[in-house]
């Protein structure tokens, strides 16, 4: 049972980037915006979210300067893909090189440690959350570690990734600005139409995409680690995007997908070195490459026929 929830309680905080940075990604995909940049704007926000929380110990502060480098590179995305028509693709492609440079230049002149930041202590990061008597129910059989381990522990960020979940399901589906979001993404022309701007929607889109995925980068140097480490988003703004395509652009199967890749990374830092049947030592690089590996195998055979958005990544031009 311990080493059950030990896996479990792993699997909850390795997936939390990847469920805001998927929710992230299916805001702007809704909205016809395709969105490669989330892996540049998670390593971005995860420097920037260092970096502030770093200089003057006030990891809230960090928060909000890893939203404003999400939100930078995301006015960069929409002035390049909405604005000037350009290719949303090797956009999102140029603003991950960018991030990916950008950081350990900065890191390294700002620092002095090879692209790292120092590290976080004190007020300058997030801390897990005891829940209303999780130390009473602690011994209590079963229920007890599920509640006093798996649910309680974890810091605000994971617990407002998991909000957010019910929250876009209701946004998208429920509310007036959620149909427009979605009918931007299917039939833009409609749209403008009917005298609405496809240019604000889809920049709206991209702001509450890069507050999504600001927070993700946030949590990877503030909350799962201590410090900013250089190339920490190790593709998770890609495994996010495959997460996305996977659920078919639904909230819920999104949330489902990211937890199983967060499963597989959990595993992965259980089994390494594990001596199994028949096969022996488990090899660390074998058990590294086993996220990439599923997607690759989800992408290929498992998904079946994933539509996107009619308008995705298509460029909008205004009749005269």
């Given at each position: 049972?311990?080493?059950?929830?030990?896996?479990?309680?792993?699997?909850?905080?390795?997936?939390?980037?990847?469920?805001?940075?998927?929710?992230?990604?299916?805001?702007?995909?809704?909205?016809?915006?395709?969105?490669?940049?989330?892996?540049?704007?998670?390593?971005?926000?995860?420097?920037?979210?260092?970096?502030?929380?770093s200089v003057t110990g006030n990891v809230w502060l960090g928060l909000l300067a890893g939203i404003g480098v999400s939100l930078m590179f995301s006015a960069v995305h929409g002035l390049a893909s909405i604005n000037f028509r350009g290719n949303q693709i090797i956009s999102g492609v140029a603003l991950n090189f960018l991030?990916?440079?950008?950081?350990?230049?900065?890191?390294?002149?700002?620092?002095?440690?090879?692209?790292?930041?120092?590290a976080l202590s004190g007020g300058a990061r997030f801390y897990g959350i005891e829940l209303p008597f999780a130390g009473e129910l602690a011994g209590v059989p079963i229920l007890g570690p599920i509640y006093s381990g798996l649910l309680s522990g974890h810091t605000i960020l994971t617990y407002l990734?998991?909000?957010?979940?019910?929250?876009?399901?209701?946004?998208?589906?429920?509310?007036?600005?959620?149909l427009r979001l979605r009918a931007v993404g299917e039939n833009p022309k409609a749209l403008d139409t009917a005298g609405m701007s496809v240019t604000v929607l889809r920049y709206k889109a991209l702001a509450i995409t890069a507050v999504l995925v600001g927070m993700g980068g946030?949590?990877?140097?503030?909350?799962?680690?201590?410090?900013?480490?250089?190339?920490?988003?190790?593709?998770?703004?890609?495994i996010a995007l495959a997460a996305l395509i996977f659920a078919?652009?639904?909230?819920?199967?999104?949330?489902?997908?990211?937890?199983?890749?967060g499963f597989l990374e959990a595993m992965q830092y259980r089994l390494q070195g594990v001596d199994l049947p028949l096969i022996g030592p488990v090899p660390t690089q074998a058990m590294q490459a086993l996220p990439y590996i599923l997607t690759i195998l989800?992408?290929?055979g498992f998904v079946g026929r994933a539509i996107a958005p009619k308008a995705s990544g298509q460029p909008y031009v205004k009749e005269r």
């Open positions: 049972m311990e080493d059950i929830i030990s896996i479990l309680i792993t699997t909850v905080r390795v997936s939390t980037p990847l469920i805001l940075a998927c929710l992230a990604g299916l805001y702007s995909e809704r909205a016809g915006i395709v969105d490669i940049g989330l892996e540049g704007k998670l390593l971005g926000s995860a420097f920037g979210a260092a970096v502030v929380a991030a990916s440079g950008l950081t350990v230049f900065l890191g390294a002149a700002w620092f002095g440690r090879g692209g790292n930041t120092p990734a998991f909000l957010a979940v019910p929250l876009t399901a209701w946004v998208l589906w429920r509310t007036r600005f959620g946030a949590y990877l140097s503030t909350a799962q680690a201590a410090s900013f480490s250089r190339e920490m988003s190790s593709g998770r703004g890609y078919k652009w639904k909230p819920y199967p999104a949330l489902g997908a990211c937890l199983l890749f989800l992408l290929a």
